[in-house]
Every structure is written in C-alpha cells, then in structure tokens.
C-alpha cells in the first residue's frame, strides 16, 4: 500500500511540474481558501496532535499560514522566472529553474527501508 501511495505521489509530482507556475500558485492560494474555510476543524486537530492551545491554532491558519501562502503565491513566478546569464554571441544564455524529477525507484525504496 505505501509503495503504490508513493509511486502515485512520484507520477502526480511529474504531472504537477509541467502546470505553470502561476497556475501552480492559483491552486495553492485555493488549497489555502479550502484550510482557512475549516481552520476551526484543522486548529482542534493540530490542537489534539500537538499539543498546542485550542485558542491559538485555528488563528495560526487564519493568520500566519495565511500571509505565507499568499506571501509565496505572490513571489513565485518572479522567483522562478528564467535568470539571464550574460550575453554572448550567437546564444541566448539564461538559467532555468525547474522543479526536480523524481527518481523512482530509488526514491521510493529508499523511503520505503528507513
């Protein structure tokens, strides 16, 4: 079951790299809605899991989790925008920021044995 779990995460991930990265941002700030509209359900778990005060959690989602989502959404594409890397003839020269591929396998059994 966790190989299969794992194999599916690993497939999503390759699907999720080539989203753009503003619609990649859209669908966290949409995650983010989703969280905020049940922060009171989601802060009693975080409550109960880590112990922390029932008064404080749903607010972290409100909060705190709030302006780092839209904080991030907001500077991704220009973070993860192309860099030029210089001039030089005949060539357009720049830097590419791409999410990492997974490694199968490798990953998922070395995950798998720990």
């Not at 030029?84 to 070395?110: H, N, Q, T, V």
Request: charged content about 40%.
């Amino acid at each position: 079951m966790i190989d299969d779990v794992l194999e599916r995460a690993v497939e999503a991930q390759r699907t999720w790299r080539d989203v753009p990265v503003e619609e990649r941002a859209a669908a966290c700030l949409r995650m983010k809605d989703w969280m905020v509209e049940r922060a009171d359900e989601i802060g009693a778990e975080i409550s109960r899991e880590m112990g922390r005060p029932i008064a404080y959690s749903p607010n972290e989602i409100r909060r705190g989790f709030t302006e780092r989502a839209e904080h991030m959404a907001a500077i991704g594409p220009e973070r993860l925008a192309d860099l030029d890397a210089g001039p030089k003839e005949g060539f357009r020269r720049f830097i590419r920021k791409e999410p990492l591929e997974g490694r199968d396998d490798d990953r998922i059994k070395s995950f798998h044995h720990v």
